[in-house]
């Protein structure tokens, strides 16, 4: 995991965060919504975040970890600018969904769930996106990529690579 990267924000993804929680700390169960705006600013939540969460609602660390984690929405970390969702459901993995993950992998020199040093590309895993018969299948953001084999994901990768 790219555990090594440094948590950095900026004084104004701070500053949204503290007014988000100002606005709702009085309203019962705000936590849930907390989180979800401070993902939406941060793009991920990271311990210094879940943190300061913590240390404003007056609840302890685990409690937020303990919501972050829980929830398949939360992310503890950061996601690239193509986010690729390969998906491992049952018609997807008997045609061979494993290989394309691990050329996946390959190519990005990172594991399902991280995210490449520069930020391009994070890649995770899924069990269904409702495209059975393209099997199968990954997302990149919205685009849709049916009928994969290991060799295409090379020319699949080097165009948002040429994008950036």
Same mark, same amino acid.
């Given at each position: /995991? @790219?555990?090594? +990267?440094?948590?950095? +924000?900026? $004084? =104004?993804? #701070?500053?949204?965060? @503290?007014?988000?929680?100002? *606005?709702?700390?009085?309203?019962?169960?705000?936590?849930?919504?907390?989180?979800? $705006?401070?993902?939406?600013?941060?793009?991920?939540?990271?311990? $210094?975040?879940?943190?300061?969460? +913590? =240390?404003? #609602?007056?609840?302890?660390?685990?409690?937020?970890?303990?919501?972050?984690?829980?929830?398949?929405?939360?992310? #503890?970390?950061?996601?690239?600018?193509?986010?690729?969702? /390969?998906?491992? &459901?049952? +018609?997807?993995?008997?045609?061979?969904?494993?290989?394309?993950? *691990? *050329?996946?992998?390959?190519?990005?020199?990172?594991?399902? &769930? $991280? %995210?490449?040093?520069?930020?391009?590309?994070?890649?995770?895993? %899924?069990?269904?996106?409702?495209?059975?018969?393209?099997?199968?299948?990954?997302?990149? @953001?919205?685009?849709?990529?049916?009928?994969?084999?290991?060799?295409?994901?090379?020319?699949? #990768?080097?165009?948002?690579? =040429?994008?950036?």
């Amino acid at each position: /995991m @790219n555990n090594n +990267a440094k948590f950095c +924000a900026t $004084e =104004e993804q #701070l500053s949204k965060l @503290n007014a988000v929680i100002e *606005e709702s700390k009085s309203v019962p169960g705000c936590l849930m919504h907390i989180l979800q $705006e401070a993902q939406g600013i941060f793009g991920y939540l990271p311990i $210094e975040v879940q943190t300061i969460i +913590a =240390e404003k #609602l007056n609840v302890s660390l685990s409690e937020v970890y303990g919501v972050v984690t829980f929830y398949s929405q939360f992310s #503890l970390q950061p996601k690239g600018k193509y986010r690729i969702s /390969m998906c491992l &459901g049952t +018609a997807c993995y008997v045609k061979g969904a494993d290989k394309v993950l *691990e *050329e996946i992998e390959k190519q990005l020199g990172i594991k399902c &769930g $991280e %995210c490449t040093p520069d930020g391009l590309f994070s890649v995770d895993s %899924c069990r269904c996106v409702g495209a059975c018969g393209l099997a199968p299948v990954m997302m990149i @953001n919205d685009d849709v990529y049916g009928k994969l084999t290991p060799d295409m994901i090379k020319g699949i #990768l080097d165009k948002y690579r =040429e994008v950036k």
